[in-house]
């Protein structure tokens, strides 16, 4: 072993120093050579991200699931009841997504400190965004759960569907405090590169929320659990997340992890700290409110269209475009979380002063996940009512959700694009330009465009798939210029 390699590794075991820091720049890449794949970036990222993406895989196919088990009870139930889950998730999103957003200041301060060595820094982060969410949360969602029972209904005319969407939402509500603190957990693990962490813990209680969908969904005689129904999907949801926050909680207390990162100290607790996270999160935690308010104004439109061609008691359109969106979900969620490693990636890369290494790593991040999606948006496109049967067999729901499906498909790569440079940049601390860019489409894109399209020129719901379509492409466009421009480069924390 030559001096040199041994005082590199001497170096990197004073600062704990992840592998992927070790590797040396790449070349720069020209022409036709920039659609390759690095090797070892490739295989760095894949192994920070790959746990993430099976976690949210698992939980995303844990919601689709419940609403497959849902599509299965009787006809009465069915559509009226996938339906409520569609248009009553954006109210609950609204509320734990956007206080979910501590994930940007925790993830970007604990990443940057812990690659630079800094590791009772990056522990700071962890107690601060804690407390904070533990608060935010109990107080928000006791206050949505009161004004869900009047706001649902202005959402849907139907009533069967409105009366089943208040349920669901008020008892999902009840699980947005483990959402939120099991958020600041998961973004300091992600952030400190073990994001196999947050994996243990959602396949621990995505299979929990499997056996307890099937339980009080169907309900069971033998065992004297009458069936919830929809109400039961909703339950099974609230009682795994707050699982999943036990499991993460129990990892953070291993005493290696205390004692390095010294996070259960309450003389963590300080203003500047506190304001540091808010200030980083804000512009993702309005992001997520103006995107959760264009959902509701897209399910909106969704329903005027359903109202147009569906008879009362059976929203098929509906039905159909949360099938649409549960197909979506794959791609979406898992883009987005391959888009949370690639950040963590970049930002301890930027904490180490690697900064072409981090920006090749956003890179390499974005062609390989396109690739994936891209392939798996080829084989949805080839057989959609396939697809759209093994979550509603109606065969009015499968003819209504084909061309929207296939549309849809047709664009994973672009969404892959969109979602990793925007959860990239709200990583290293450039959110406030994806906020005012997501502000500008949702508000003047999706929701508007979907009406366009889909109302005013009744193209039905092909025509109500437009908005997100045009969403999806001009986020892509959007954040990659802002990425390629490299303005996140100069963002200090």
């Known amino acids: 072993?030559?001096?040199?390699?041994?005082?590199?590794?001497?170096?990197?075991?004073?600062?704990?120093?992840?592998?992927?820091?070790?590797?040396?720049?790449p070349r720069v890449c020209r022409g036709w050579e920039r659609l390759k794949v690095h090797p070892e970036i490739a295989r760095n990222t894949l192994r920070v991200a790959l746990p993430v993406v099976f976690g949210m895989v698992t939980q995303s196919a844990v919601n689709i699931l419940a609403t497959v088990m849902v599509g299965r009870l009787p006809a009465e139930l069915a559509n009226p009841g996938q339906a409520a889950i569609g248009f009553s998730l954006p109210i609950m999103w609204l509320v734990g997504g956007s206080l979910s957003a501590i994930w940007v200041g925790t993830q970007a301060i604990a990443a940057r400190r812990n690659g630079a060595g800094e590791h009772e820094l990056a522990g700071q982060a962890l107690t601060n965004s804690f407390i904070l969410g533990l608060i935010t949360s109990t107080v928000l969602s006791g206050?949505?759960?009161?004004?869900?029972?009047?706001?649902?209904?202005?959402?849907?005319?139907?009533?069967?569907?409105a009366?089943?969407?208040?349920?669901?939402?008020?008892?999902?509500?009840?699980?947005?405090?483990?959402?939120?603190?099991?958020?600041s957990l998961k973004s300091f693990f992600d952030g400190i590169g073990r994001t196999h962490y947050f994996m243990t813990a959602a396949i621990i209680m995505n299979v929990l929320n499997v056996v307890l969908n099937a339980l009080l969904i169907f309900g069971n005689p033998t065992l004297g659990i009458p069936r919830l129904g929809v109400s039961g999907a909703a339950w099974a949801s609230v009682v795994s997340a707050?699982?999943?926050?036990?499991?993460?909680?129990?990892?953070?207390?291993?005493?290696s992890l205390v004692r390095r990162y010294r996070y259960l100290r309450l003389s963590n607790l300080t203003p500047r700290i506190l304001r540091e996270i808010a200030v980083l999160s804000f512009p993702n935690a309005i992001a997520t409110i103006v995107v959760m308010v264009g959902f509701s104004g897209f399910y909106w439109v969704v329903g005027q269209v359903n109202d147009q061609v569906a008879p009362p008691g059976n929203p098929y359109v509906a039905a159909a475009s949360q099938a649409v969106v549960t197909l979506n979900m794959v791609g979406f969620m898992t883009a987005l979380a391959f888009g949370s490693a690639t950040a963590s990636l970049v930002g301890q890369s930027l904490g180490a002063r690697r900064v072409?290494?981090?920006?090749?790593?956003?890179?390499?991040?974005?062609?390989?996940?396109?690739?994936?999606?891209?392939?798996?948006?080829?084989?949805?496109?080839?057989?959609?009512?396939?697809?759209?049967?093994?979550?509603?067999?109606?065969?009015?729901v499968i003819e209504a959700a084909r061309d929207p499906v296939r549309l849809m498909a047709a664009l994973q790569a672009v969404i892959a694009v969109a979602m990793v440079f925007a959860q990239t940049l709200y990583g290293v601390g450039d959110a406030s330009f994806v906020m005012v860019v997501e502000l500008v489409l949702h508000l003047g894109v999706m929701a508007p465009g979907a009406y366009l399209f889909g109302v005013v020129l009744e193209l039905g719901l092909v025509g109500v798939y437009l908005g997100p379509a045009i969403y999806a492409c001009a986020l892509a466009a959007a954040t990659l210029l802002r990425f390629k421009r490299g303005a996140w480069k100069q963002v200090k924390i």
């Open 242 to 255: 707050y699982i999943g926050l036990f499991i993460l909680a129990s990892l953070a207390l291993r005493p």
């Open 1 to 25: 072993m030559s001096e040199a390699v041994a005082a590199q590794d001497i170096r990197r075991v004073e600062l704990d120093r992840p592998y992927y820091l070790d590797l040396p720049d």
């Open 143 to 161: 206050l949505a759960i009161w004004s869900a029972s009047w706001l649902l209904p202005l959402l849907h005319r139907d009533p069967a569907s």
């Open 356 to 396: 072409y290494l981090g920006e090749r790593y956003g890179w390499e991040a974005a062609k390989l996940w396109a690739y994936v999606l891209g392939a798996f948006g080829l084989l949805v496109f080839a057989i959609p009512d396939a697809c759209v049967a093994a979550i509603n067999p109606d065969p009015q």
């Open 163 to 183: 009366a089943l969407g208040v349920d669901y939402v008020q008892i999902r509500l009840a699980g947005v405090v483990a959402m939120v603190t099991t958020f």
